[in-house]
């Protein structure tokens, strides 16, 4: 049997010892290549703090982690470049690979054009990203962003949306090759349970999610339907704010906050409730919807 291809998976997010939960779908992408691939990741993990630089590595997963003050887009365009050249010269060499894998394109992809001469491998964008369908939430023409896609670099997006997205924020065609996030049916699946009487609300609490307008037109189905209850799982920016107008509407009675829960615990919640409800201005590919 010849032995497995190997691939460099490069991306801004992914779980990781601070944030088990970041970006799952990621890691479940790569891990469905397995049976074909062998999988080496570099997390290349860019946060806003004091300046630190960190570079944990292991066999198949290394964290490079770097924190800098909240500069300019190009500053960090920059800085994530030339930590990829460090990488690159200091610590595995793109030789080793027959194709990198960027998954989620900006900001790691946007110089990489200038390492291309003496990097011999393939390259392979995969796209899960709904920032393009707002342009970024910029009035700036983002030349360099939308050079990422005209470079005749092979795309994957995880829907059909996504890829017209990304053509009309590039004002123009792009081809890409349509690969749906991946569910983990070893746990999301339908079981045997007793329903209670409560639907479900959950996710990655951020924009564009708009959780208080369902929670708002709860308080007002509870007069109707005094028993039903609405679950609310999940973390991020807003964590706070939907804790806050729970508690400030005096709903704790009705709507219970649940936090951070695993995908054990989440497929047993779908499982139970009445059904799910999932709020949020936009999406590319719901994988919480999938699930």
Same mark, same amino acid.
């Given at each position: 049997?010849?032995?497995?291809?190997?691939?460099?998976? !490069?991306?801004?997010?992914?779980?990781?010892?601070?944030?088990?939960?970041?970006?799952?779908?990621?890691?479940?992408?790569?891990?469905?290549?397995?049976?074909?691939? /062998?999988?080496?990741?570099?997390?290349?993990?860019? +946060?806003?703090?004091?300046?630190?630089?960190?570079?944990?590595?292991?066999?198949? @997963?290394?964290? $490079?982690?770097?924190?800098?003050?909240?500069?300019?887009?190009?500053? #960090?365009?920059?800085?994530?470049?030339?930590?990829?050249?460090?990488?690159?010269?200091?610590?595995?060499?793109?030789?080793?690979?027959?194709?990198?894998?960027?998954?989620?394109?900006?900001?790691?992809?946007?110089? !990489?054009?200038?390492?291309?001469? @003496?990097? #011999?491998? +393939? $390259?392979?964008?995969?796209?899960?990203?709904?920032?393009?369908? @707002? +342009?970024?939430?910029?009035?700036? #023409?983002?030349?360099?962003?939308?050079?990422?896609?005209?470079?005749?670099?092979?795309?994957?997006? %995880?829907? #059909?949306?996504?890829?017209?997205?990304? &053509?009309?924020?590039?004002?123009?065609?792009?081809?890409?090759?349509?690969?749906?996030? !991946?569910?983990?049916?070893?746990?999301?699946?339908?079981?045997?349970?007793?329903?209670?009487?409560?639907?479900?609300?959950? &996710?990655?609490?951020?924009?564009?999610?708009?959780?208080?307008?369902?929670?708002?037109? $709860?308080?007002?189905? %509870?007069?109707?339907?005094?028993?039903?209850?609405?679950?609310?799982?999940?973390?991020?920016?807003? /964590?706070?704010?939907?804790?806050?107008?729970?508690?400030?509407?005096?709903? &704790?009675?009705?709507?219970?906050?649940?936090?951070?829960?695993?995908?054990?615990?989440?497929?047993?919640?779908?499982?139970?409730?009445?059904?799910?409800?999932?709020? &949020?201005?936009?999406?590319?590919?719901? %994988?919480?919807?999938? /699930?």
């Amino acid at each position: 049997m010849p032995p497995k291809k190997k691939l460099l998976h !490069i991306t801004p997010w992914f779980p990781n010892q601070k944030n088990p939960n970041e970006a799952i779908w990621i890691k479940r992408h790569i891990e469905a290549l397995g049976t074909h691939f /062998e999988n080496h990741v570099l997390h290349l993990d860019l +946060k806003n703090g004091r300046w630190k630089f960190q570079l944990v590595t292991n066999e198949n @997963f290394d964290h $490079f982690q770097i924190t800098c003050p909240n500069t300019r887009w190009i500053e #960090k365009e920059l800085i994530v470049f030339f930590a990829l050249i460090y990488y690159f010269i200091f610590k595995k060499r793109p030789k080793e690979f027959q194709c990198l894998n960027f998954h989620i394109a900006y900001p790691n992809f946007v110089y !990489i054009h200038l390492i291309q001469a @003496f990097i #011999k491998s +393939k $390259f392979l964008i995969t796209e899960h990203w709904s920032i393009y369908h @707002f +342009k970024f939430h910029s009035q700036k #023409k983002l030349y360099r962003i939308r050079n990422i896609f005209r470079r005749q670099v092979p795309l994957i997006t %995880v829907s #059909k949306a996504l890829q017209k997205d990304i &053509s009309k924020f590039c004002s123009e065609d792009i081809n890409a090759q349509i690969v749906p996030n !991946i569910v983990d049916t070893s746990n999301f699946n339908f079981q045997e349970l007793e329903q209670e009487r409560f639907v479900l609300m959950g &996710s990655f609490w951020k924009e564009p999610k708009t959780p208080i307008p369902i929670i708002e037109a $709860f308080s007002q189905v %509870v007069e109707k339907h005094p028993k039903l209850k609405l679950r609310i799982f999940g973390y991020g920016p807003m /964590e706070e704010e939907i804790k806050m107008y729970i508690s400030n509407q005096d709903l &704790s009675k009705s709507v219970e906050w649940l936090g951070k829960k695993n995908s054990q615990e989440i497929s047993a919640l779908m499982n139970r409730s009445k059904g799910f409800i999932h709020a &949020s201005e936009y999406e590319t590919f719901s %994988v919480v919807c999938a /699930e």
